[in-house]
């Protein structure tokens, strides 16, 4: 067997998209429950603040343990939709072009197209959506919020019929919304649900962003594939809009987060608290990265692009986690 292959049909590279989002949701969640546990010094101690300590303890005491099953949910999901795409778009011949090294090629490896049996391919996702499963059972069990259950149930069928099934919706220009929702909504406030029972306004803000920034690493990928795909019959979003529009785009996506960051760096340094300065350090530091992507894919070197996509997702992960636990 080889692994080095198997390795590469894993997508290393977009790993982030998953951990991120929920480390995230769960710093805005930490923020949350520290906030719900500021009482009044008065005695006799309120009754609703009570009740909020009792629920900070009981959420605190569990809290490592949900977060870890968030985190392996969103890890080994992610895995299991890498390999089903693989399965699906090597039958189908769209990754008719990926046998040859990525060096030499300029795009990466994919399993099916490089000889691996399809059935061994489509039993690596099922095996790796079976344990997202039972993450995901333990979230729902181990937070008691059970209406996470259908949400990662629809999050399991989006992810096959991304790209399986007669009519995926990946081949229709809808893997973006796809992306956004299910990598940036229900990851990050689905996390802080089940952390803390409730999703808040920061929470929405991370949700906004990690979506947005997961979004810029689907979009690199179809802008570097734009050609291949649209001979292939794959009607990514960036073969309906054509090359350029489809930049446009990725620019204007880019834009949102970059705005965020810039006001909450500039809020930090207008708190001029000392304790705030990481967050405006790391906000600088992600702009760094955003700036980066939009030169690479405007100079097309798609290569290039994706690893630093990957380092703007997780640059304004950790960004956002400092605001959320520096700012209590």
């Not at 906000?283 to 290039?304: D, G, H, I, K, N």
Request: aromatic fraction near 10%; charge should be positive; hydrophobic fraction near 55%.
């Amino acid at each position: 067997m080889n692994w080095k292959l198997w390795i590469k049909g894993l997508r290393p590279k977009t790993l982030p998209a998953s951990v991120a989002p929920v480390l995230v949701g769960a710093a805005s969640a930490w923020r949350g429950l520290r906030q719900s546990t500021v009482c009044p010094d008065i005695y006799p101690v309120p009754r609703s603040c009570i009740t909020a300590l009792n629920i900070y303890h009981d959420a605190v005491s569990c809290f490592a343990a949900v977060l870890l099953a968030c985190a392996m949910l969103a890890l080994f999901l992610q895995i299991a939709v890498n390999f089903a795409n693989d399965y699906s778009d090597g039958i189908r011949g769209t990754d008719a072009s990926r046998s040859i090294d990525e060096a030499k090629g300029g795009k990466p490896e994919r399993l099916v197209a490089s000889g691996v049996r399809p059935v061994n391919v489509l039993a690596a996702a099922g095996v790796n959506a079976a344990i997202a499963c039972i993450f995901g059972m333990g979230v729902v069990l181990l937070s008691e919020q059970y209406l996470l259950l259908p949400v990662g149930a629809a999050c399991l069928f989006a992810a096959w019929f991304y790209t399986g099934g007669k009519h995926p919706y990946g081949y229709m220009g809808l893997g973006e919304l796809f992306v956004f929702l299910c990598f940036g909504c229900v990851a990050t406030l689905g996390t802080q649900y089940a952390l803390a029972g409730r999703v808040d306004l920061f929470g929405g803000i991370g949700a906004l962003c990690t979506g947005l920034l997961s979004c810029v690493m689907l979009m690199v990928n179809n802008l570097r594939d734009v050609q291949d795909d649209a001979a292939s019959g794959k009607r990514t979003l960036a073969v309906r809009l054509g090359r350029r529009r489809a930049e446009m785009l990725l620019f204007a996506v880019l834009a949102v987060p970059a705005m965020i960051l810039l006001i909450a760096g500039l809020l930090a340094l207008y708190a001029n608290a000392a304790r705030l300065w990481p967050v405006a350090l790391l906000s600088v530091w992600c702009l760094r990265f955003l700036w980066s992507v939009a030169v690479a894919v405007r100079e097309r070197r798609f290569a290039a692009a994706l690893p630093l996509s990957s380092m703007a997702l997780l640059t304004y992960g950790a960004a956002h986690i400092a605001a959320m636990l520096l700012s209590v």
